[in-house]
């Protein structure tokens, strides 16, 4: 499985750590909701298909990625920085253009 | 200023070893700079932060992720959103970029001692690296002067083309022999020599 990294291009999956569920909301660390809590820790989709991911690039650029992974076929759709759009990631995109 | 050792030193053989019969095609070297320097921007102040290396070490870095320029004894590349490497051959590099780079803009991590950099050079040097790294060693995909940050066994490593068949690449020192040594072996089939 490849993961096309917005700053390094398509890297092999090795270099990347899972890190979660992308659809978790964290509720505020005050909160006293133990229902959000509970939902925050337990509650997962687990979609047979398109599923939103938290994954780093440990193994290169250490960025945080939000990845759409289709979890029939690990068809990867969609890869962006969790942060937001980086400078030097748009001017990859536009690098690549041929 | 103390003599610095290498970790190399008990494996680092010079001479030519290997399958060499029919001519050397790879060169390893270790390069030794005096100064290697880790940069990073807060996010939004990327472009100062260039313009400070450009202040520091005179050099221009281009746009573009990975982007980097080597003038022969300093180098500069980026290798993640924001963040960069410099080297120079000179000490005191991570002292003069603490003046430069102010803590509005970014931090200067002086990783001279943190990092070993070996050269590895040749007509069979993509060849050799592609045995190493999942990643596109060609021209094209990896011009000269751009810096690449990937794994080896887990062993982070970062890797600039400084000339068509040239690549330097920075390991962490307590990984550095071990992964001289696989660079050794895989270099023996075409022939290599130690300078």
């Known amino acids: 499985m490849l993961i096309t990294c917005p700053y390094c291009g398509p890297r092999d999956v090795i270099e990347f750590t899972y890190q979660g569920d992308g659809n978790r909301e964290r509720p505020d660390p005050a909160s006293q909701n133990f229902e959000a809590w509970n939902a925050y820790v337990y509650d997962r989709l687990n979609p047979a298909g398109d599923h939103n991911e938290i994954w780093q690039h440990s193994g290169g650029c250490r960025a945080h990625l939000r990845v759409v992974r289709n979890t029939l076929t690990h068809e990867i759709s969609s890869v962006a920085f969790v942060r937001g759009d980086h400078s030097s990631a748009a001017r990859r995109k536009a690098e690549d253009k041929p | ?195």
């Open chain 2, 1 to 195: 200023m103390a003599e610095r050792q290498s970790p190399l030193e008990p494996e680092f053989h010079v001479g030519s070893h290997g399958n060499f019969e029919h001519g050397v095609e790879i060169l390893l070297t270790e390069t030794r700079p005096g100064s290697i320097v880790q940069l990073a921007a807060w996010p939004g102040e990327e472009k100062k932060l260039m313009a400070a290396i450009r202040a520091v070490s005179g050099l221009a870095l281009p746009d573009g992720a990975g982007g980097g320029l080597s003038d022969g004894a300093k180098s500069v590349f980026g290798f993640a959103p924001g963040k960069f490497t410099v080297t120079d051959e000179a000490e005191g590099l991570a002292a003069a970029f603490a003046k430069a780079v102010t803590p509005a803009i970014g931090t200067v991590t002086d990783l001279s001692h943190g990092r070993t950099a070996i050269r590895i050079a040749g007509p069979k040097a993509e060849w050799v690296l592609s045995k190493f790294f999942a990643i596109d060693f060609v021209l094209p995909a990896f011009p000269v002067g751009a810096g690449r940050s990937t794994t080896h066994h887990d062993v982070f490593a970062q890797i600039q083309r400084t000339g068509t068949d040239q690549f330097d690449i920075y390991v962490f020192r307590s990984f550095a022999r071990s992964f001289w040594k696989a660079l050794c072996h895989a270099s023996e089939e075409v022939g290599y020599e130690v300078q």
